[in-house]
């Protein structure tokens, strides 16, 4: 992908991607912090477990990334991204689930996310597409790439 | 009422006189009256239809009527046929009705009383229609309590499937959700200093979660309807999937028997995923491997052909092994169902394959004979052609030109291209089927009516300011344009659908990969 074009005036590229996490699995959640914080480009600054206080954090902590779980109890999440994009246009979230399919992918774009990430995606893949994000491309695990291609709406000849 | 069914009254006599006046007097029961002259056309007559009532005269030369019915009766077939003798010789004698089921025998002592004639017959006659009404409810009341246990098999089946993939799609979800933390803390860990022996460990726990990563994916796969799973290309290639899976499959079968392949080079693509594909043929030959313990020669052999149409490929894992009983050929597809040990056996693997191969639209068949072998047939979907893929979107198709300005939209366009296999132009100096450009007082519209005027088929796309309406297309010269307008804040999954189609039109007007 060609990325020479791809000037990101907000990012200081020797400074570490922040990153906040929004996961209501205390484990995933925790082993998230540690994954990322054991990487010398990325750092954590908050974890959320609650989907509805999540606004208020991501505008105060005001991180580069949000990572935000799909499916959590008793939140839409979509909506909550919905609102990141209109007010928080500086922070990228990236939305990620055990479950692809297509409507979620597009809901989640549509939305205003950066992107698209499976939880079973190799661990490698997540943190490398997290970087992506974070120099402004549209980030989809394999996948969802996948996915989307088989989703392709059908035209006639 | 409904008109009643007609019996058949058999009337034998060797004298046609007095057949006559027999037939006669019955006329008014209003049901078929035969008359035969001797007990063998009687026979004959017997042999061929059913009979209500036989009216049979004792004294007849060669059979006599006594003799007649004594042979009758030992026949099963004509044991509802009604006998009545007609004596010339008043039978006080008892013993010659004896042997006989006294209620369907009678006689009729001559001279004949009409009224009493027709009393004994129609009596036997409606006897006769009410036994059969009865036998077919009987019979349909059979086909339908068999039909109802059918359809509850199915039911309690479908149940069961139903349940299992719930509970299955259920548990691979959550057990793939647990096992993102460990795999992120075995990651992490591995860019630890770490001790020998504690670097095997690692290594060790790694393989295990990865094999608990497969069995998660697994248990979704078998769910049949919940989340769509299209995690992987949906096309493959049997030959190439072949090379690259070999050693696993090979691995599965050890040393004990031996392993065929036959997978022709030019065979169409299938319509299932690598790991899908590879899953299925793992589990059979698992299975062909268990069922060849303790067979001397045992042969399993993987086989592939198409159709003569090329609509299918037809995957055949065969073995030389033991077979399965009838129960165990019905039966190996659901769940649960294993004739193995626990250690050995979860009777999942054929539900999983079927899961599987239904999901791509195809069948499988079982076919095996005791102490001769086992053969699983699959039935995939071939992949449609290239040359007739003319409506879809191209594939590995194109070369994009884009230059935006807004940091997202650009992130979206080449997201997009990239996965529609479109390459993106470095420089204006590549010939590309498609400019994707964005207006910002740059002459964007003229530079995209520049480039469409100059490549005749191909198209450009040109975003413009925000709140004009989603897309707007103007006509040039009558054509539809090829300068397709698209509103910068246009939604990703629409954008996609747009870019789709006219990436599509550009590379088909140049033709190469209509
Ligand atoms: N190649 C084969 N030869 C004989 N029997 C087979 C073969 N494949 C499957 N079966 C029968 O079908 C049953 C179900 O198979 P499967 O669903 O794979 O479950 P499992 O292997 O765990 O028993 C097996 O227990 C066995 O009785
Ligand atoms: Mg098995």
Redesign the interface.
Known sequence: ??Q?T???SNLDRHRRLRIVCIDD?A??A???V??LE?DPTLTCVQVVQEGNASFQVVREASPDIVLMDVDMPGVDTFAIVERFASELPDVRVIMFS?????EFI?RA??AGA?GYL???E???DLIEAIRRAGQ?????S??A????????????? | MAPKEKVNILLVDDQPTKLLSLETILADLDENVIKANSADEALRFLLAEECAVLLVDVCMPKMDGFELAELIRTHPRFGRTAIIFISAVYLTDADLLRGYDLGAVDYIPVPIVPEVLKAKVSVFAELFRKTSELRRLNGELERRLAELDRSNERLRFADRMATIGTLAAGLG?DM???L?????????LT?CDLASEARDDVAAIREATEYL?RL??SLRLLALDT????????STNLGQWWRETEVLLRNAVGRNAELAVCIPEHLPEVRLDKAGLTQVVFNLIQNAHDALKGVADGKIVVSAVGSPDEQWVVLDVADNGPGMSEEACRRCLEPFFTTKTRELGTGLGLALVNGIIKRANGKVYVESRIGRGTTFSMELPAMRQATEA????PTGAGVARVVLRT??L???V??IL??LDCA?A?DDSAEADLLVIEEDGNGALSAAGDFTERHPHRHAIVFSGEGQGESAEFEQNGQPSRVIRLDRSI???SL??RI??TL?SSCRGRGGHA
């Open positions: 992908m060609n020479a791809n000037v990101d699995n484990m995933i925790s082993a998230l540690r994954r054991s055990g479950h692809v399919n297509p597009d774009l549509d950066w499976s939880k079973n190799d661990v490698v402004g491309e549209i980030v989809l394999k996948e790439q996948t996915v989307q291609r088989s989703a392709l709406p059908k035209r006639g000849p | 979800h793939g959700n647990l993102l933390p460990v795999r992120m803390r075995l990651d992490s860019g990563q998660a994916r989340d769509v799973e299209h995690s992987v290309e949906p003319g409506g879809d979107a940091q997202r650009r992130a979206h080449v997201s990239t996965g993106i470095v939604r990703p999954s996609r659908v789709g189609e599509a």
